[in-house]
């Protein structure tokens, strides 16, 4: 089975958790490219440069970590969840919180799915084809 | 494993998910994923409308008793052969008191009562209250 082409943007300030979700989306066989930003500024950054550079594309779907510093995962879901261009791009949500409030708060403000770090390649996976289906 | 009918049936009770991607849930095979959609606040008249015709009577059902469904898409369904799609406008607190009254004679012992239960308690509390 053909595998579909993702472009994934990685929000994620911690080094050791970003190599193993990459090593993840490896293990899932997903054709995918990835770019990654620390935190919650830089990707912000990132997309709008993506929209203002036509030749760029802006990401099939966003996994974002919840707590960074300077912009966090709340604050960046305020953020795009309020840029017409940006509102309707796909978050997934990954967090090692035990929290519910923090999950329920990343709902109010506009996250698509939620998963649990660390998440399984055959937890992602599937949840990468078919948000990028249903999007599409 | 996560499988899609998962991913489906979490995206369709979403309410950030986007309408172009509910219209698609809407059509989903499976009856969870497609009562999901019936129940999700930010479903749109027009898919609740065709989710209203669904052979599934959960699915109507969850369509009966949503806020953004029309006076006149409700007074229909509360003719619908099913008594579960009958019963679940007859216990909805904000259907219209004239749809109400239709289910005070309705075929069904159950539905009727039910009916006047609400009646009772949403319209005839809410009327006196008032005087």
């Not at chain 1, 579909?4 to 090593?23: M, W, Y």
């Not at chain 1, 990954?94 to 998963?115: F, I, P, R």
């Not at chain 2, 969870?32 to 052979?55: F, G, K, Y």
Request: charged letters at 25%.
């Amino acid at each position: 089975m053909e595998k579909t082409d993702v472009d994934i943007l990685l929000v994620e300030d911690s080094v050791a958790d970003a190599r193993l979700i990459k090593e993840t989306l490896l293990d899932t066989g997903i054709n995918h490219s990835l770019n990654c930003s620390v935190d919650g500024e830089e990707a912000l950054t990132y997309l709008r440069q993506c929209l203002m550079a036509n030749e760029t594309k802006i990401p099939d779907v966003v996994v974002l970590d919840l707590n960074m510093p300077k912009v966090n995962g709340h604050q960046f879901l305020e953020q795009i969840r309020k840029e017409p261009a940006l509102e309707s791009v796909p978050v997934i949500v990954l967090t090692v919180s035990q929290d519910e409030e923090d999950v329920a708060k990343a709902l109010h403000l506009g996250m698509n799915y939620y998963l649990r770090k660390p998440p399984s390649a055959a937890s992602i996976g599937p949840l990468l084809e078919r948000i990028v289906d249903l999007w599409s | 494993m996560t499988t899609v009918e998962d991913i489906d049936y979490l995206l369709a009770g979403n309410p950030n998910t986007p309408l172009k991607v509910l219209d698609r849930l809407a059509l989903d095979k499976h009856q969870r994923v497609r009562r999901h959609v019936a129940e999700n606040i930010n479903t749109p008249p027009a898919v609740l409308s065709r989710l209203a015709r669904d052979p599934d009577v959960e699915v109507v059902s969850a369509v009966a008793v949503h806020p953004a469904i029309s006076r006149e898409l409700r007074a229909e369904l509360a003719l619908h052969d099913s008594v579960e799609v009958r019963y679940s406008i007859a216990e909805y607190p904000l259907a219209r008191a004239s749809i109400l009254f239709i289910l005070v004679e309705d075929d069904n012992p159950y539905v009727r009562d039910r009916a006047l239960q609400t009646i009772r308690k949403y319209w005839v509390q809410d009327f006196c209250s008032r005087l």
